[in-house]
């Protein structure tokens, strides 16, 4: 979710700062919630600032560049692995243990897809409904 504009910042504090309308009624006016309000308050109150904080980070990644070279090296050699086993393969070769989730996420910032082989044979399901599975009995 990305910030409310530095424009909408200021609406609201000019129309809390006028004193008509209450916290609550600001906020169904602007569609903030009044707790953003009251921190908006505070902070303008402790810093002076009213502006969105940075982009703080998140989470580190659990692989490091050798291990992720090392999962784009198993995609190359084994491209139908699936995302278990490229996990497992990780944890015998490089002693790391990912989820599953994890792997997905390198892969992706690799831009390495997650696709089925196109040789790979359909799955052999039966029919799901009773007008096709009526059709499909031998004569």
């Not at 309308?21 to 009213?50: A, D, N, Y």
């Not at 904080?53 to 291990?67: A, T």
Request: net charge positive; with cysteine.
């Amino acid at each position: 979710m990305s910030p409310y504009s530095l424009d909408l910042r200021e609406r609201v504090l000019a129309a809390v700062d006028e004193g008509k309308m209450t916290h609550w009624e600001v906020s169904l006016l602007f569609k903030v919630c009044p707790s953003w309000i009251r921190r908006l308050l505070q902070r303008r109150r402790e810093t002076g600032e009213i502006a969105a904080k940075p982009h703080s980070g998140g989470r580190p990644c659990k692989l490091n560049d050798e291990q992720r070279q090392h999962l784009a090296l198993l995609v190359s050699q084994q491209p139908d692995a699936t995302v278990t086993e490229l996990a497992e393969f990780l944890q015998r070769d490089r002693g790391v243990q990912v989820s599953r989730a994890t792997i997905c996420r390198e892969l992706q910032a690799l831009n390495l897809p997650l696709k089925k082989s196109r040789f790979t044979p359909a799955s052999r399901r039966g029919p799901t409904c009773k007008s096709n599975a009526a059709s499909m009995l031998p004569p």
